[in-house]
Structures are given as structure tokens and as C-alpha cells.
T-cell receptor, first 113, second 115 residues
Framework: QKEVEQNSGPLSVPEGAIASLNCTYSDRGSQSFFWYRQYSGKSPELIMF????GDKEDGRFTAQLNKASQYVSLLIRDSQPSDSATYLCAVMGSGGGADGLTFGKGTHLIIQP | DTGVSQNPRHKITKRGQNVTFRCDPISEHNRLYWYRQTLGQGPEFLTYFQNEAQLEKSRLLSDRFSAERPKGSFSTLEIQRTEQGDSAMYLC?????????????FGEGSRLTVL
């Protein structure tokens, strides 16, 4: 059973600070890793993906991957109130589309103005 | 709007009735996925189509669930003899074949309430 674990929060961060979201996964064969943002009552929206160890930056977002520790993180710099949402970590196994994405339960992030 | 379209957006039904949801993916996307999401949980993978071929269906929750994608265009998800536990948001997503399988564009979902 593949598992993706996230702290459900809520994680409260002051506006302008760095928000750090973490995720661990159980399947060592996992190939690629995704962060989705989901606003209340809306569907998930892809923010970033990463598949190599290290950091990947895109604007205010940085994804970090450590396959040895089976750990993925998302940093949001200069947090804005519009970043308040649930952030879902998702993992794709080696089977590609037939595996489907395994999602965590999500971390509820609140950016305090 | 050229995003993923799902219909109906809301469906209320009585236990034991059959329901069908439709998904129209982004036009050039050849991959289509169905997920289910319940309150406080992340989406749960149900099934996957590449063009018209259903390449994974073992994750459908029971034999009451079935999905089709005739001609590789729109897809339908049918739930027969609905149960209260089927109440959830059913999400359709599509992606382009040259992209990673996890790079999904989700529709707004079809919310099912079984009374």
C-alpha cells in the first residue's frame, strides 16, 4: 500500500514569510513528485513537479526532493494571503499512468495578513 | 473555456439508483483519469485511459463502478446501485501524452450525494 503523509495543519504563516510544507512517501520506487494547490470548494491545480534529487525553483516556489530520505518539501517565499489553500503532495510510481497519483491528505495553509 | 468540463456538477440521488458522470477533456489531451475525493482526503485514483483504451481499472472501487471513453474523446463514469458511501466529489483530469503522467489538469468535479 503506497502512502503519502502530510501534516494536515492548519499551518499559519505571517504574510511575507516563508511557508514550508513537508511530505514523506513510502514507496521507494516512486519516480516523480507533484505539489497541487486546492482552494476550498475548487479542484486541485498543479503548482510544481520534481523528479531529481535537489531543489527546483519556479518564481516564489521551491520544491525539494530527497529520495534517500523519501522526503519532499515545498517552500513558498514572500507568502501572500492568496496562497492560503490546501497543498496536496502527490507521488507517481514506476508504473506511470496505470499507477495513478497517490495523494496525501493535504496541508491547510493560512497566510495571516 | 478550453479546460476540462464535467457534468453534472451536482447530483443528488437516492440509494440504489444509477448515476452517470460525463467528462470532456482538453481537446488535445489523449490521457484521461478519474479520481474520487472525500472531505478531508486527497484525491483517490480510480481509472486511466490512454485514447480509448482503459489501461487501468483495477482501482475502481467495486464492480458497481465502470468507466468508458468511446472514440478517445469524452468519458463517462457510471455508478450502479448507489450507496451512501459513494457520496463524494468525482474528479476527472486529463493530460498530454508528452508530459509526465502526474501533470494533470482537473475539471471542477461532479459532487454526488446519495440519500
Amino acid at each position: 500500500q503506497k502512502e503519502v503523509e502530510q501534516n494536515s495543519g492548519p499551518l499559519s504563516v505571517p504574510e511575507g514569510a516563508i511557508a514550508s510544507l513537508n511530505c514523506t512517501y513510502s514507496d521507494r520506487g516512486s519516480q516523480s513528485f507533484f505539489w497541487y494547490r486546492q482552494y476550498s470548494g475548487k479542484s486541485p491545480e498543479l503548482i510544481m513537479f520534481i523528479y531529481s534529487n535537489g531543489d527546483k525553483e519556479d518564481g516564489r516556489f521551491t520544491a525539494q526532493l530527497n529520495k534517500a530520505s523519501q522526503y519532499v518539501s515545498l517552500l513558498i517565499r514572500d507568502s501572500q494571503p492568496s496562497d492560503s489553500a490546501t497543498y496536496l503532495c502527490a507521488v507517481m510510481g514506476s508504473g506511470g499512468g496505470a499507477d495513478g497519483l497517490t495523494f496525501g491528505k493535504g496541508t491547510h495553509l493560512i497566510i495571516q495578513p | 473555456d478550453t479546460g476540462v468540463s464535467q457534468n453534472p456538477r451536482h447530483k443528488i440521488t437516492k440509494r440504489g439508483q444509477n448515476v452517470t458522470f460525463r467528462c470532456d477533456p482538453i481537446s488535445e489531451h489523449n490521457r484521461l483519469y478519474w479520481y474520487r475525493q472525500t472531505l478531508g482526503q486527497g484525491p483517490e485514483f480510480l481509472t486511466y485511459f490512454q485514447n480509448e483504451a482503459q489501461l487501468e481499472k483495477s482501482r475502481l472501487l467495486s464492480d458497481r463502478f465502470s468507466a468508458e471513453r468511446p472514440k478517445g474523446s469524452f468519458s463517462t463514469l457510471e455508478i450502479q446501485r448507489t450507496e451512501q458511501g459513494d457520496s463524494a466529489m468525482y474528479l476527472c483530469a486529463s493530460s498530454l501524452g508528452v508530459r509526465l503522467h502526474g501533470e494533470l489538469f482537473f475539471g471542477e468535479g461532479s459532487r454526488l450525494t446519495v440519500l
